[in-house]
């Protein structure tokens, strides 16, 4: 996946105090029956959500393996628990990059298999190899929603949100026995195409959805509700189309739901927390905080160390992009691995990481890192196996 680095002008941070409680015999336990998925150097990885942190490559990239896939952003898994979806940009911009569906197999770490059965190919705001793919998420009757970035640091505003309808593996091909499979014509329908370098998507119990973005008019925590479109036709709630000539929702009702603050500089991933509330990454300021059901600030949970300053070292707890939480509440987080040289900051090489940081009678404990000298890990998904 390609990514350029982001100039940098000017980036205020606020950095809070990490204070780690005791230790004690239940964070033993924190992660267990998990396996963490997580998108780097276009592999898919997997790791044990406990301790030793046993590691398996699941899907190799194109260029490491002529049937590989390249996979990247956030992962998203169906009710079915087996099949999900994640960022799939083999050869792009030919073919253009996308979202593939996979079925994954297999109960541990070592023993697993995933294999492409579909997908997901729109079109994009601005130019092609500015259009990465990033966000997903399901809703309860199935519809799938996507988010792409856009512009990343500066210009127009025109990441989307776009909602898809199955069946979403009907006819996909893999091209002359190679990887770039497609299977064209999945409908969809745009919800947004203006939002401000759009991120990670949650979805809540009444199918309101709520997207991160860094950026612009919408910086924060968007929130979305319907009705949604039914189909991509004007009869399903799809009444319009973009510049583009795709299928677009005129009907969609957006509101900002969190705002930047308390640390919170580049809002980028939300996912829910035990307590019925919010967990947000910030990226540019290594921060997760903890919101209330309406959005209200409760608490930081992850920031750097008190005095450190991102420069050409990234920040020792790292710059969270991709966020999940598994059942017991346990938070894993992708670290980009930002640092700053001269007037850009962007990923270093080979600075990525991924972390664990567990809660033990509901305090953050000081994070874990799983694995490291990782190349732009920026997606988390949570696998459950079932026995």
């Known amino acids: ?34 396996i963490v998925l997580s998108g780097q150097g276009n592999d898919l990885d997997a790791y044990t959500g406990t301790k030793p942190f046993k590691h398996q490559l699941v899907i190799q990239n194109h260029n490491g393996d002529p049937k590989g ?8 898994f ?8 994640a960022g799939e940009d083999t050869g792009q911009p030919d073919p253009l990059q996308g979202w593939g569906i996979f079925k994954l197999k297999g109960t541990k770490v070592g023993k697993l298999k995933a294999k492409q059965i579909g997908k997901l190919q729109p079109t994009y705001q601005g130019a092609a190899d500015n259009a990465e793919n990033y966000g997903c998420g399901i809703l309860s009757d199935g519809r799938v929603v ?30 002359g026995g190679d990887t ?11 919800l947004d195409i203006a939002i401000g370098t759009s991120g990670g998507i949650a979805i809540d119990d009444d ?18 509700t319907g009705p949604f479109p039914t189909s991509a036709d004007a009869a399903g709630g ?10 677009m929702a005129t009907g969609v009702t957006r509101e900002n739901f969190i705002d930047t603050g308390n640390g919170l500089a580049s809002p980028s991933n939300i996912v829910p927390s035990p307590d019925g509330g919010w967990y947000v990454s910030s990226v540019f300021t290594g921060i997760i905080n903890e919101y209330d059901a309406d959005g209200a600030y409760l608490r930081t949970v992850l920031s750097p160390p ?82």
């Open 1 to 34: 996946m390609r990514r350029a680095l982001v100039a940098l002008t000017a980036l205020a941070m606020t950095i809070g105090v990490f204070v780690a409680a005791p230790a004690t015999a239940k964070e033993k336990q924190a992660g267990a029956g998990v």
């Open 69 to 76: 896939r390249d996979i990247n952003a956030q992962i998203c």
């Open 78 to 85: 169906f009710p079915d628990g087996k099949t999900f979806i």
């Open 146 to 175: 996507t988010t792409d970035i856009g512009n990343q640091a500066s210009g127009p505003e025109d990441g989307q949100l776009i909602m898809w309808f199955p069946p979403f593996t009907t006819g996909f091909e893999e091209v």
């Open 180 to 190: 770039n499979g497609t299977n064209g014509d999945v409908p969809f329908c745009k």
């Open 207 to 224: 199918d309101r959805i709520y997207v991160g973005s860094s950026r612009g008019a919408t910086a924060g925590v968007v929130r979305y």
């Open 238 to 247: 799809c009444d319009s189309t973009d510049g583009t000539g795709a299928p």
């Open 306 to 387: 008190a005095g450190e300053v991102l420069g050409a070292e990234p920040y020792s707890t790292g710059t969270p992009l991709g966020l999940n939480i598994a059942p017991d509440g346990t938070l894993y987080y992708a670290d980009i691995g930002l640092v700053i040289d001269g007037t850009n900051i962007g990923p270093g090489d080979g600075t990525g990481k991924v972390w664990r940081l567990r809660f033990v009678d509901g305090e953050p404990q000081a994070p874990e890192m799983m694995a490291d000298g990782l190349a732009f890990p920026d997606g988390i998904g949570i696998y459950i196996p079932k026995k």
